[in-house]
């Protein structure tokens, strides 16, 4: 081995030092915080407005991490929509921006997601969930529900 060689072998030896193998990369969910509205009335004239949040950390990651979200029982990003008593439905949304523009979902048909973002080591990060109920739905009263899958890619 030359000298410029073993330099190397030494730098990278450091480097890996530094940066403890990516087989014992692992990103963790930390905590939820879920989107709930409350109380809604037929009645109302404004959005009905919520925040939730998902918390993660990671620790010898270097790839970047994704959150999406599914369309939920509806089937559709663009109205999704919560079960009630007796069938009726009432519409909502999910979005990744606190205008409530940019509907959360995998990243396909017009909707955001958050990320790609490459984690800071060892750090919570705290993204918040905005969701959503437009005013005026005349739906009868009961507890309205939804199940969506959150996928987290890192």
Known sequence: MTLRNRAAAFAVA???????GLAGAVCQIRGTVGVSFGTYL???????????SITYRCE?????????????GSGSYSS???AGPNAPRLEYNLYTDPTRLIVW???????????????VFGEEVTVPIY???????????GAYADTLVMTVTF
């Open 80 to 82: 999704r929509s919560m």
């Open 60 to 72: 010898g990651q270097l790839t970047p991490v994704t959150i999406t979200f599914s369309t939920g």
């Open 14 to 20: 450091g480097l890996c030092g530094l940066l403890p």
């Open 42 to 52: 037929s009645t109302d004239l404004l959005p009905r407005d919520s925040v939730g």
């Open 105 to 119: 979902g995998n990243g396909a048909e017009g909707t955001g997601r958050y990320g790609p973002v490459v984690p």
């Open 131 to 141: 969701g959503r109920i437009p005013a005026g739905q005349a739906v009868p009263a």
